[in-house]
């Protein structure tokens, strides 16, 4: 099956502890994605990738940082400093590496949740 | 700055009836646009991508259009069905290749 998977699910952190969500794709796209979703908010980009090894911040990437070291994999980290971490994170990716034209396609999410 | 709006937040309609659900943005230079779809606490579902060239896209019930000088989208779903209920929401691509998605209507179809 192909798809986007993203793990865990449910993240539970103590304040001032990094974590790492984890996304990966098997569908070959060349562009990953990462938003934030908050209760009544839109999506909004934290951070995206149009090829390995590059990236580019988004319209909310104070906090948070990520890799793109292989073609696959996507993983951000939310760090201490990122001050109101609790939301519902969700990757995507697109086949090209620019978002025109460039259908969308979404993981399951993962919930985090600071305690 | 780009601004997409979907209203209703919220519908409700008896299962069989047919709907529009409504997407207006401010800036008409996009390059395209899609429609998704969000059962709770899950990812997104892509449901149509409507290129700014195009009127409109169907898919089985579904039919999405496109009227860029008026800045609007309309996603129609054809009699409804309990299983349509949930979250769909819309997403513009500007030429400046900024994606903004709407808020979302929530969907309940009542059996």
């Known amino acids: 099956d192909g798809g986007i998977t993203q793990s865990p699910k449910y993240l539970f952190r103590k304040e001032g502890q990094n974590v790492t969500l984890s996304c990966e794709q098997n569908?070959?796209?060349?562009?990953m994605y990462w938003y934030r979703q908050d209760p009544g908010q839109g999506l909004r980009l934290i951070y995206y990738?149009?090829?390995?090894?590059?990236?580019q911040k988004g319209d909310i990437a104070e906090g948070y940082s990520v890799s793109r070291e292989k073609k696959e994999s996507f993983p951000l980290t939310v760090t201490s400093a990122q001050k109101n971490p609790t939301a519902f994170y969700l990757c995507?990716?697109?086949?090209?590496?620019?978002?025109?034209?460039?259908?969308?396609?979404f993981g399951p999410g993962t919930r985090l949740t600071v305690l | 700055k780009q601004e997409v709006t979907q209203i209703p937040a919220a519908l409700s309609v008896p299962e069989g009836e047919n709907l529009v659900l409504n997407c207006s943005f401010t800036d008409s230079a996009i390059y395209n646009l899609q429609w998704f779809r969000q059962d709770p606490g899950k990812g997104l579902t892509s449901l149509l991508l409507?290129?700014?060239?195009?009127r409109e896209q169907t898919s089985g019930r579904l039919n999405a259009s496109l009227d860029k000088s008026s800045g609007r989208s309309t996603l129609y779903i054809a009699a409804s069905q309990p299983g349509d209920s949930a979250t769909y929401l819309c997403a513009v691509i500007g030429e400046d290749d900024k994606i903004i998605f709407g808020k979302g209507t929530r969907l309940h179809i009542l059996p």
């Open positions: 569908l070959n796209h060349d562009a």
């Open positions: 990738s149009q090829i390995v090894n590059d990236f």
């Open positions: 409507i290129q700014s060239s195009q």
């Open positions: 995507a990716s697109s086949i090209f590496g620019t978002p025109l034209g460039n259908e969308q396609f």
